[in-house]
């Protein structure tokens, strides 16, 4: 029996479990789903069902790895997509490592060029981010192996948690409509549910990525600048922080930032030295009278530029870092809450949005808690799966827990011994 063989016959029990249920979205008769089937390594799509329990034998008749269904609500949820008639979509965000520079990618991701003429010969690789196009040859088809670790999952917390103060303090949205989950692989998924964010366009959608991303934000009172400098002197700056939205969130990033900022720091993005000196000598008077006093005028060699520099440079930390196609994508598809990620075996979860830093995906996310296998690991690093600490591997037979096995293998690290 081959590994992946080995796998599909876990899925299978897995899902044929007769406690299995699946948790469903709101609406959900209205929803397309999709299937990537694990035998044929097909994509079946354009499903609807009347209940779980018809959505839950389908699965069970046909096992697929992944499972995915529509943010968007549809009035025929099969028909061919120009005829499904939209009815509206939740609003969703992506945060996933894929996408963001971790720490951590340069050491555990790796890719491979697969186009057969590329100019690298056996393909242009390298390591960390996958790039859109290979540097030598242009092609877009790779051979990408990649790992989710604790500073993974880390990375993708911190962004998610700037995301869900937004949505609450600044979007104003309740915590029962905002929904958290785990993706299933190394990033957080988060859908709003709400009546207003329903009907939104792709615009709109992309108005509130670019809030989200801190792009366009007037966040100087620029306007009022220009104003000033018709005069003759140059006015002092005009930007005042306050206790709302992006101001408050630079008002607070930029305390914080000035605060931990050594002379080093802030050579290293760009203050002339001048007004680092300045900000690091003077830092708690400079600290109340501009940031808590909104006073930022006449501080020796620290201008307007300097100010505006330290604050795109804040703003750049404060904004959440998401895949923005997921969200202005009113067709898009969205792993199923409850089913099995094709390329880790772990489940995508639902958790308060409370318990976000408590949440634990490498414990709450397991889904083969039961038996142990023998495998034939290639390679792994250290990991942490329920609790328990395995690796590194490199060549060498191992005895582990279902749930580690599976993951070694679907990641393509191990082959199954008997
Ligand atoms: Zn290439
Ligand atoms: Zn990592």
Same mark, same amino acid.
Not at 39 to 49: D, G, I, L, P, W
Not at 238 to 266: C, H, I, P
Not at 338 to 348: D, R, S, V
């Given at each position: 029996?081959? #590994?992946?063989?080995?796998?599909?016959?876990?899925?299978?029990?897995?899902?044929?479990?007769?406690?299995?249920?699946?948790?469903?979205?709101?609406?959900?008769?209205?929803?397309?789903?999709?299937?990537?089937?694990?035998?044929?390594?097909?994509?079946?799509?354009?499903?609807?069902?009347?209940?779980?329990?018809?959505?839950?034998?389908?699965?069970?008749?046909? =096992?697929?790895?992944?499972?995915?269904?529509?943010?968007?609500?549809?009035?025929?949820?099969?028909?061919?997509?120009?005829?499904?008639?939209?009815?509206?979509?939740?609003?969703?965000?992506?945060?996933?490592?894929?996408?963001?520079? *971790?720490?951590?990618?340069?050491?555990?991701?790796?890719?491979?060029?697969?186009?057969?003429?590329?100019?690298?010969?056996?393909?242009?690789?390298?390591?960390?981010?996958?790039?859109?196009?290979?540097?030598?040859?242009?092609?877009?088809?790779?051979?990408?192996?990649?790992?989710?670790?604790?500073?993974?999952?880390?990375?993708?917390?911190?962004?998610?948690?700037?995301?869900?103060?937004?949505?609450?303090?600044?979007?104003?949205?309740?915590?029962?409509?905002?929904?958290?989950?785990?993706?299933?692989?190394?990033?957080?998924?988060?859908?709003?549910?709400?009546?207003?964010?329903?009907?939104?366009?792709?615009?709109?959608?992309?108005?509130?990525?670019?809030?989200?991303?801190?792009? %366009?934000?007037?966040?100087?009172?620029?306007?009022?600048?220009?104003?000033?400098?018709?005069?003759?002197?140059?006015?002092?700056?005009?930007?005042?922080?306050?206790?709302?939205?992006?101001?408050?969130?630079?008002?607070?990033?930029?305390?914080?930032?000035?605060?931990?900022?050594?002379?080093?720091?802030?050579?290293?993005?760009?203050?002339?030295?001048?007004?680092?000196?300045?900000?690091?000598?003077?830092?708690? #008077?400079?600290?109340?009278?501009?940031?808590?006093?909104?006073?930022?005028?006449?501080?020796?060699?620290?201008?307007?530029? *300097?100010?505006?520099? =330290?604050?795109?440079?804040?703003?750049?930390?404060?904004?959440?870092?998401?895949?923005?196609?997921?969200?202005?994508?009113?067709?898009?598809?969205?792993?199923?809450?409850?089913?099995?990620?094709?390329? *880790?075996?772990?489940?995508?979860?639902?958790?308060?949005?409370?318990?976000?830093?408590?949440?634990?995906?490498?414990?709450?996310?397991?889904?083969?808690?039961?038996?142990?296998?023998?495998?034939?690991?290639?390679?792994?690093?250290?990991?942490?799966? #329920?609790?328990?600490?395995?690796?590194?591997?490199?060549?060498?037979?191992?005895?582990?827990?279902?749930?580690?096995?599976?993951?070694?293998?679907?990641? %393509?690290?191990?082959?199954?011994?008997?």
């Amino acid at each position: 029996m081959s #590994s992946r063989d080995w796998v599909y016959e876990k899925f299978c029990s897995y899902y044929k479990n007769p406690r299995y249920k699946f948790p469903q979205p709101v609406q959900f008769s209205q929803r397309e789903y999709a299937f990537l089937l694990f035998k044929e390594r097909a994509m079946v799509r354009h499903k609807s069902f009347a209940t779980p329990t018809s959505l839950t034998a389908f699965v069970r008749e046909r =096992i697929p790895s992944d499972v995915y269904h529509s943010c968007a609500y549809y009035e025929n949820p099969e028909a061919e997509m120009d005829k499904k008639g939209w009815s509206g979509a939740d609003l969703v965000f992506d945060i996933d490592a894929d996408h963001i520079p *971790t720490s951590c990618n340069k050491i555990h991701d790796e890719w491979k060029c697969l186009n057969p003429e590329c100019r690298v010969s056996g393909g242009m690789n390298g390591k960390g981010i996958t790039p859109e196009e290979c540097p030598a040859c242009g092609g877009m088809k790779f051979d990408v192996k990649t790992w989710a670790c604790e500073q993974c999952i880390e990375t993708t917390r911190v962004e998610t948690r700037k995301l869900l103060d937004m949505l609450t303090n600044d979007f104003g949205f309740a915590e029962q409509e905002i929904h958290t989950f785990f993706s299933g692989h190394r990033g957080y998924h988060i859908h709003v549910e709400n009546e207003a964010v329903r009907s939104l366009d792709t615009m709109a959608r992309k108005e509130i990525v670019d809030y989200v991303s801190g792009i %366009g934000i007037d966040m100087f009172d620029q306007k009022k600048r220009k104003s000033a400098n018709t005069r003759k002197k140059a006015s002092s700056p005009t930007f005042s922080l306050s206790d709302y939205g992006w101001k408050r969130r630079l008002k607070n990033g930029m305390y914080k930032f000035l605060t931990d900022a050594t002379r080093e720091d802030l050579l290293k993005i760009g203050i002339a030295k001048k007004g680092a000196n300045t900000l690091t000598k003077d830092k708690d #008077s400079l600290l109340k009278r501009c940031i808590e006093e909104n006073r930022w005028g006449s501080v020796k060699g620290v201008g307007y530029e *300097t100010w505006m520099h =330290i604050a795109e440079h804040v703003k750049n930390l404060e904004a959440a870092q998401i895949d923005t196609v997921v969200t202005t994508d009113i067709h898009r598809l969205i792993r199923a809450n409850g089913t099995l990620h094709g390329k *880790t075996g772990l489940l995508k979860v639902e958790f308060p949005v409370k318990e976000l830093d408590t949440f634990d995906p490498f414990v709450g996310a397991v889904a083969f808690k039961e038996g142990i296998a023998k495998v034939q690991v290639s390679e792994a690093p250290e990991f942490k799966l #329920s609790g328990e600490t395995f690796g590194p591997f490199k060549n060498q037979a191992a005895e582990l827990p279902m749930g580690a096995a599976v993951l070694l293998i679907l990641k %393509g690290r191990a082959e199954v011994l008997r």
